[in-house]
């Protein structure tokens, strides 16, 4: 059974940063899609980035594409998040997600991720 697991979130000023992990377990994940969302409060889930996980390679949304940064460490089965230049607007909690998928195309929508994590709170405040 795959297990996703957040950790990072916190209280920080505008302008600060944190970093997210998604601690991943229960199978192997060399091809797999793992994602970050986030949901603030009366909005959608925002798609914000994935990374392949055999392959490194990431796709990030207009919104944080130069702010964040996903990578993911292997031998730890970890998926990051870090986060700079926070933003009030960054205010959300953050879900981890995780699809088998390691085709050409890259899986940004909520519907096509199978696992969730339980989410992380972020609070920027101004």
């Known amino acids: 059974q795959v297990q996703l697991v957040e950790s990072g979130g916190g209280l920080v000023q505008a302008g600060g940063s944190l970093r997210l992990s998604c601690a991943a377990s229960g199978r192997t994940f060399d091809r797999y899609a793992m994602c970050w969302f986030r949901q603030a409060p009366g909005k959608e889930t925002e798609f914000l980035a994935v990374?392949?996980?055999?392959?490194?390679?990431?796709y990030y949304a207009d919104s944080v594409k130069g702010r964040f940064t996903i990578s993911r460490d292997n031998a730890k089965n970890t998926v990051y998040l870090q986060m700079n230049s926070l933003k009030p607007e960054d205010t959300a909690i953050y879900y981890c997600a995780a699809t088998p998928g390691s085709g050409s195309r890259w899986y940004i929508r909520q519907i096509e991720y199978d696992y969730w994590g339980q989410g992380t709170q972020v609070t920027v405040s101004s």
């Open positions: 990374i392949r996980w055999s392959s490194g390679d990431t």
